[in-house]
């Protein structure tokens, strides 16, 4: 398969790309309320929302063409965006992949000589032939002597052009009247951009995964060894570990006392990073765990923990909050929910009763396979308390439920550092449902509810 030439750099040729779009799709939807107006009025809504619909993947389809930070930025958006954008404009952004073509070796070559030196690809023999490609970086295999490596290589321009091209998507985002500009965008906004920024500077990524290998002290855990000095603000080498994804056939096939194992440990590892370490790590897609399955006969599997760029920093104070709510949730404590959610500033104190009851509901629903009972909830429950992930589907109905709280006046868009979390544990929840985990899962938080 042939690599790229490059990845098209913010500026004016991206700038007015996408200004196209917005137009073309501003144009859509006008077309489209045109075309609507002699429908019957029970139509028109429908075909208002197909057009939007329309217009929102076309918009889409545009931004992957672009791809570089475009793409991650659209992926963020899919997140923090769903209480300011359209349904179907959020959906669309979710169908963003961040799989892509590498960049040739002509390309890439020069730029790991910038970082490493001149002599850096032969030093390390680099493969030429990149082992993976994503939005902002590709990987490629090399070795140090007799140990096998893996680099993490930014692509060239990527972060000069991240300024412009969030500037340009909300332009864009404006111009086809999807938002509105006002504090709140503002907001999100700045706060977006700098997580993008912070998460291409591998330096600290280099950091942050040295911090949280220093942390662990459970064998269930595996941090890989990384090189800083083979590694800068645009290169990361580390260690090549060559565990399995947790879909491959050789996890799926553990015995499920096995499964449920390594469930317990990506369940563990969430509250550890939020209680603990006041550490998070918010992209938490399989691709940044592998699963290393012992051979040895002992049932000693490890998760691989992989990609430290979007781990956030959690103050001390909202991750105090944050256990409060949780375990109040645990426990279904609807009074204490509120209490904690107003300190998280997902509540204010003037939220109508409807709104923070609704809101609390929705934090003890999605807690549900960490009740000490499950009278209440038998279909999902098995003998001895313990709980089916797979087949309850317990993210498909939080989710139906949560698009109604978002619905209700009143109802405020949470801090981001809260939309991360749920990020986070709506990503760790899909992993154990897909492992088909069938737990127990109470105790993990009873240890903190005796804290």
Same mark, same amino acid.
């Given at each position: 398969?042939?690599?790229?030439?490059?990845?098209?750099?913010?500026?004016?040729?991206?700038?007015?790309?996408?200004?196209?779009?917005?137009?073309?799709?501003?144009?859509?939807?006008?077309?489209?309320?045109?075309?609507?107006?002699?429908?019957?009025?029970?139509?028109?809504?429908?075909?208002?929302?197909?057009?939007?619909?329309?217009?929102?993947?076309?918009?889409?389809?545009?931004?992957?063409?672009?791809?570089?930070?475009?793409?991650?930025?659209?992926?963020?958006?899919?997140?923090?965006?769903?209480?300011?954008?359209?349904?179907?404009?959020?959906?669309?952004?979710?169908?963003?992949?961040?799989?892509?073509?590498?960049?040739?070796?002509?390309?890439?070559?020069?730029?790991?000589?910038?970082?490493?030196?001149?002599?850096?690809?032969?030093?390390?023999?680099?493969?030429?032939?990149?082992?993976?490609?994503?939005?902002?970086?590709?990987?490629?295999?090399?070795?140090?002597?007799?140990?096998?490596?893996?680099?993490?290589?930014?692509?060239?321009?990527?972060?000069?052009?991240?300024?412009?091209?969030?500037?340009?998507?909300?332009?864009?985002?404006?111009?086809?009247?999807?938002?509105?500009?006002?504090?709140?965008?503002?907001?999100?906004?700045?706060?977006?951009?700098?997580?993008?920024?912070?998460?291409?500077?591998?330096?600290?990524?280099?950091?942050?995964?040295?911090?949280?290998?220093?942390?662990?002290?459970?064998?269930?855990?595996?941090?890989?060894?990384?090189?800083?000095?083979?590694?800068?603000?645009?290169?990361?080498?580390?260690?090549?570990?060559?565990?399995?994804?947790?879909?491959?056939?050789?996890?799926?096939? $553990?015995? /499920?006392?096995?499964?449920? !194992?390594?469930?317990?440990?990506? =369940? +563990?590892? #969430?509250? &550890?990073?939020?209680?603990?370490?006041?550490?998070?790590?918010?992209?938490?897609?399989?691709?940044?765990?592998?699963?290393?399955?012992?051979?040895?006969?002992?049932?000693?599997?490890?998760?691989?923990?992989?990609?430290?760029?979007?781990?956030?920093?959690?103050?001390?104070?909202?991750?105090?909050?944050?256990?409060?709510?949780?375990?109040?949730?645990?426990?279904?404590?609807?009074?204490?929910?509120?209490?904690?959610?107003?300190?998280?500033?997902?509540?204010?104190?003037?939220?109508?009763? $409807?709104? /923070?009851?609704?809101?609390? !509901?929705?934090?003890?629903?999605? =807690? +549900?396979? #960490?009740? &000490?009972?499950?009278?209440?909830?038998?279909?999902?429950?098995?003998?001895?308390?313990?709980?089916?992930?797979?087949?309850?589907?317990?993210?498909?109905?939080?989710?139906?439920?949560?698009?109604?709280?978002?619905?209700?006046?009143?109802?405020?868009?949470?801090?981001?550092?809260?939309?991360?979390?749920?990020?986070?544990?709506?990503?760790?929840?899909?992993?154990?449902?897909?492992?088909?985990?069938?737990?127990?899962?109470?105790?993990?938080?009873?240890?903190?509810?005796?804290?």
């Amino acid at each position: 398969m042939s690599g790229m030439k490059s990845i098209k750099k913010g500026g004016l040729n991206r700038r007015v790309s996408l200004g196209l779009a917005g137009a073309k799709g501003g144009l859509g939807l006008l077309q489209a309320k045109v075309s609507g107006i002699f429908l019957p009025q029970e139509q028109k809504k429908a075909h208002a929302e197909e057009a939007l619909e329309r217009e929102a993947l076309k918009f889409v389809a545009h931004l992957g063409e672009l791809k570089g930070a475009y793409v991650k930025i659209g992926q963020m958006l899919a997140l923090y965006g769903e209480h300011i954008l359209p349904k179907q404009v959020t959906d669309a952004l979710h169908t963003l992949e961040s799989s892509t073509l590498p960049l040739d070796w002509e390309v890439i070559e020069p730029a790991i000589e910038d970082e490493l030196g001149p002599d850096a690809t032969k030093l390390l023999a680099i493969e030429r032939k990149a082992m993976a490609a994503a939005s902002l970086s590709q990987v490629h295999c090399g070795s140090i002597g007799n140990e096998a490596i893996c680099f993490k290589i930014q692509y060239p321009g990527i972060t000069d052009a991240i300024e412009d091209d969030f500037k340009n998507v909300i332009q864009m985002l404006s111009f086809a009247k999807w938002i509105k500009s006002g504090r709140q965008m503002e907001q999100l906004t700045k706060d977006l951009k700098e997580y993008l920024l912070k998460e291409v500077r591998y330096s600290y990524e280099l950091m942050i995964a040295e911090e949280v290998s220093s942390l662990i002290d459970d064998n269930r855990y595996k941090v890989p060894k990384y090189f800083p000095e083979y590694s800068s603000d645009k290169i990361l080498t580390m260690e090549y570990v060559n565990g399995f994804d947790v879909m491959d056939q050789e996890v799926q096939q $553990l015995s /499920q006392r096995r499964r449920n !194992r390594l469930a317990e440990a990506m =369940l +563990e590892l #969430f509250f &550890k990073e939020a209680f603990e370490w006041n550490l998070m790590q918010t992209d938490p897609n399989f691709g940044n765990y592998r699963v290393l399955i012992d051979q040895s006969g002992n049932e000693q599997d490890r998760l691989v923990l992989l990609d430290f760029g979007a781990v956030h920093e959690l103050t001390p104070a909202f991750s105090r909050s944050l256990k409060k709510t949780i375990l109040a949730a645990q426990d279904q404590n609807e009074a204490s929910v509120i209490e904690g959610l107003i300190k998280l500033n997902c509540l204010s104190e003037n939220s109508s009763k $409807l709104v /923070q009851e609704s809101f609390s !509901r929705f934090c003890i629903y999605i =807690l +549900e396979p #960490f009740r &000490k009972s499950f009278e209440d909830v038998p279909k999902y429950a098995l003998a001895n308390e313990v709980y089916d992930w797979k087949h309850s589907r317990l993210l498909k109905r939080a989710g139906k439920l949560g698009s109604q709280q978002a619905l209700l006046k009143g109802f405020q868009i949470p801090p981001p550092e809260f939309m991360l979390m749920v990020r986070k544990l709506t990503g760790v929840f899909t992993f154990v449902a897909a492992l088909g985990a069938r737990t127990r899962s109470y105790p993990v938080l009873a240890k903190y509810q005796a804290d």
